[in-house]
């Protein structure tokens, strides 16, 4: 199986910044692309930023010119840079990951991570 951890997440002032990782170990022969998720209390769960195991990067409108996703892929790990991060940021942010376990199997599976509080205070 493959395990998603993330860390990273906390309390932070608006106007302030946090990084937030995502290690992925187990079984894994590569990872295509990777990407963060948020869901504030009350709403869906929505896509923040994807990247490609190329390095391809697609934003929500919202997060824009603020965070920031890359990808280590030697070492198999995620991050999100969020800057000038606003009360309405705040919400459980989790990252996935779309894993093909072994060579001989091309078949993909995706993982996701047990989530991580990112709170903006006012």
């Known amino acids: 199986q493959v395990q998603l951890v993330e860390s990273g997440g906390g309390l932070v002032q608006g106007g302030g910044s946090l990084r937030l990782s995502c290690a992925a170990s187990g079984s894994i022969f590569s990872i295509n692309t990777m990407g963060w998720y948020r869901q504030a209390p009350g709403k869906q769960r929505e896509l923040v930023a994807t990247?490609?195991?190329?390095?391809?990067?697609n934003y929500d409108d919202s997060v824009k010119g603020r965070f920031t996703i890359a990808r280590d892929n030697a070492k198999n790990t995620l991050y999100l840079s969020m800057n000038s991060l606003k009360p309405e940021d705040t919400a459980v942010y989790y990252c996935?990951?779309?894993?093909?376990?072994?060579?001989?199997?091309?078949?993909?599976?995706?993982?996701w991570g047990q989530g991580t509080q990112v709170t903006v205070s006012s």
């Open positions: 996935n990951a779309d894993v093909q376990r072994n060579g001989r199997d091309h078949s993909i599976y995706r993982y």
């Open positions: 990247i490609t195991s190329g390095g391809s990067t």
